[in-house]
T-cell receptor
Framework: AQKVTQAQTEISVVEKEDVTLDCVYETRDTTYYLFWYKQPPSGELVFLIRRNSFDEQNEISGRYSWNFQKSTSSFNFTITASQVVDSAVYFCALSIDSNDYKLSFGAGTTVTVRA | NAGVTQTPKFQVLKTGQSMTLQCAQDMNHEYMSWYRQDPGMGLRLIHYSVGAGITDQGEVPNGYNVSRSTTEDFPLRLLSAAPSQTSVYFC???????????FGSGTRLTVV
């Protein structure tokens, strides 16, 4: 079985502040994949990043960065210099080899960026 | 290239009614899934399919049926709607599930 925990329900910041979203996962599989999705107020789910369990390199994409640490089973997401357009619900998800790669989602973190 | 198309976008049902949520993808994806999204619970898997003719239950399958007669279509049937099925439903598809899924725009269902 696998589980994803996003302990932060809501985060509110002022524009230009940095915000870090926590994601902790549980799985016994050695091969797994981690994802982050963004759900803006319009409701669609937008894929942000995928990381496999064998690649612990951190990744940066513009103002977004991800910190994957297998030692703590965490895959945290940081938005640098936040903007109002970053206001959304962010979901962390996990899929494992032994479960047909079905996605297991965390409960989501609502980020509100105030101007 | 339309991606994943869900219809309808909104629906109101009375308790006990049945209906089918439609999902179609034009990307020749083998993997398709249905999720429901409820406040504070993230997305939970209802049913999924790894190819035409193959379906299996997810985390919350009760009250729902699926079939996969073609690669393109994966309809979700509510047999007898209940207020507990009020939710937002997302269909998703993937060519290679480990690569992640593309999601449809969702169907907001209210059961009164």
């Amino acid at each position: 079985a696998q589980k994803v925990t996003q302990a932060q329900t809501e985060i509110s910041v002022v524009e230009k502040e940095d915000v870090t979203l926590d994601c902790v996962y549980e799985t016994r599989d050695t091969t797994y994949y981690l994802f982050w999705y963004k759900q803006p107020p319009s409701g669609e789910l937008v894929f942000l990043i995928r990381r496999n369990s064998f690649d612990e390199q951190n990744e940066i994409s513009g103002r977004y960065s991800w910190n994957f640490q297998k030692s703590t089973s965490s895959f945290n997401f940081t938005i640098t210099a936040s903007q109002v357009v970053d206001s959304a619900v962010y979901f962390c998800a996990l899929s494992i080899d032994s479960n047909d790669y079905k996605l297991s989602f965390g409960a989501g973190t609502t980020v509100t960026v105030r101007a | 290239n339309a991606g994943v198309t869900q219809t309808p976008k909104f629906q109101v049902l009375k308790t006990g009614q049945s209906m089918t949520l439609q999902c179609a993808q034009d990307m020749n994806h083998e993997y398709m899934s249905w999720y429901r999204q409820d406040p504070g619970m993230g997305l939970r898997l209802i049913h999924y399919s790894v190819g035409a003719g193959i379906t299996d239950q997810g985390e919350v399958p009760n009250g729902y049926n699926v079939s996969r007669s073609t690669t393109e279509d994966f309809p979700l049937r509510l047999l007898s709607a209940a207020p507990s099925q009020t939710s937002v439903y997302f269909c998703a598809s993937s060519y290679e599930a480990r690569e992640g899924y593309t999601f449809g725009s969702g169907t907001r269902l209210t059961v009164v």
